[in-house]
């Protein structure tokens, strides 16, 4: 049985619960996702308003899914709303958001307020915490997120993390570069496919994770100054010892981290399992 097979039993048994108990009938809506990749990439349509939500600052982990890429919209929802159980079986406060705006507000307030604070992404970064077409390159939402030592972190799904903008845009290579304060830090573009073996490390930290290949890995050679390899996962050495990691917590010295999982296209990888096990390690350090 598949994770979304899965995801569809435990929403039918929330349902019958449900009726058991209050004697009312719940219609529920289940996405089916395909075996077959499609033969080109799909962003997901954003509707002309999205209601701003508000979102309590003692929510833990804020999953956006406002716009997806090199993830179809229907399974980045999916994804999230496993994501969502997996955590909250371990009573960790969760919410999911199609609104920029929400997410900018939810860091304003978890800014520097002394806990791990995690935002899950799925290939597309909100202007609202990061100017599109890089036109905040310092003092940015996400950057001052970051920047504090409550140690919080990005964790990004799917495509390159933030080269693309949830409006106007693309920031290209930049938005990494400019987050980290590495401005020659890049991600190959040119080279997909690229096999992640797991690491010792990465199976005792996230025992979902497998051999897989990663479109986007991320460049471990290219760290300078505080930034550092906290926890590699898998890499293309299968040990630390490598230069192209995925998945892999990076650290600025007792800052905040991002953390780049399953940089692939359209893939069917453990995205919701690991990125929790991750989380659940994140929040105990």
């Known amino acids: 049985m598949t994770k979304y097979q899965w995801l569809v039993v435990i929403t039918l048994i ?8 209050c004697n009312k009938t719940q219609q529920v809506k289940v996405s089916v996702v395909p075996d077959a990749e499609p033969t080109k990439m799909v962003e997901q349509e954003s509707s002309d308003v999205i209601p701003v939500e508000s979102i309590d600052g003692t929510v833990d982990i ?16 999916n994804e999230a709303e496993m994501t969502k159980f997996l955590l909250e079986s371990e009573s960790i406060q969760v919410e999911i958001t199609k609104s920029k705006e929400s997410v900018r507000d939810w860091m304003l307030q978890t800014t520097a307020n002394g806990v791990v604070n995690v935002c899950i992404l799925y290939g597309i ?3 609202t915490i990061y100017p599109s077409g890089n036109a905040q390159p310092d003092g940015s939402v996400a950057e001052n997120w970051i920047e504090t030592t409550d140690g919080d972190t990005i964790l990004n799904h799917a495509d390159y993390f933030g080269y693309n903008s949830s409006e106007g845009k693309a920031n290209e290579r930049g938005a990494m570069q400019n987050l980290m304060d590495l401005p020659e830090i890049e991600i190959n573009v040119y080279e997909h496919n690229i096999d992640m073996f797991v690491t010792v490390e990465g199976s005792r930290l996230a025992p ?3 051999h897989f290949k990663s479109d986007r890995p991320f460049p471990l050679d290219q760290l300078e100054d505080e930034w550092f390899a906290e926890r590699i996962l898998a890499s293309d050495t299968g040990n630390p010892q490598a230069t192209l990691a995925d998945p892999v917590i990076v650290r600025d010295g ?10 692939t296209v359209y893939k069917n990888d453990p995205k919701a399992e690991v990125a929790a096990q991750i989380i659940n390690y994140l929040l105990t350090q």
């Open 14 to 21: 929330g349902c019958m619960i449900s009726f058991a108990s």
């Open 62 to 77: 804020l999953i956006y899914i406002g716009k997806t890429l090199w993830i179809r919209p229907e399974d980045a929802e």
């Open 125 to 127: 970064l909100p202007s």
């Open 208 to 210: 979902s994770m497998v």
């Open 254 to 263: 007792d800052r905040g981290r991002l953390a780049i999982v399953f940089h």
